[in-house]
């Protein structure tokens, strides 16, 4: 069973950039899409970017399109968030998630299709 790891989390001043990384125990989701969600407490867990495979296709949400780049390193078992310009509104718990199976219709917006998720990483944004 893949077991993927947030890390990089903390709490940072509002206009600051942070990284999280996403370290997965085997090197198999080097096949999967893979995807960056976070949740605060009370709200449904909210898409913010997925990559494909191969690093060629990504999709942003539109709250963080142009401040949120997803990215997957050569050897292809670690993906990153990086997070520019950083505002209070973006405090969360931080997941990363993947799946072996493209999401079905192409819904890489839809937590539901992914089967493997981190614990989460808190980021707190202060202003």
């Known amino acids: 069973h893949v077991s993927l790891l947030e890390s990089g989390g903390g709490l940072v001043q509002a206009g600051d950039s942070l990284r999280l990384s996403c370290s997965a125990s085997?090197?198999?989701?080097?096949?999967?899409?893979m995807a960056w969600f976070r949740q605060v407490p009370g709200k449904e867990r909210e898409f913010l970017c997925a990559?494909?495979?191969?690093?060629?296709?990504?999709y942003y949400a539109d709250s963080v399109k142009g401040r949120f780049t997803i990215s997957r390193d050569g050897a292809k078992n670690t993906i990153f968030l990086e997070m520019n310009s950083l505002i209070r509104e973006d405090t969360a718990v931080y997941y990363c998630?993947?799946?072996?199976?493209?999401?079905?219709?192409?819904?890489?917006?839809?937590?539901?299709?992914?089967?493997?998720w981190g614990q989460g990483t808190q980021v707190t944004v202060s202003s």
């Open positions: 990559i494909n495979w191969s690093g060629s296709r990504t």
């Open positions: 085997e090197p198999t989701i080097s096949t999967w899409g």
């Open positions: 998630a993947g799946d072996d199976l493209p999401p079905v219709g192409g819904d890489w917006y839809n937590p539901k299709q992914y089967d493997y």
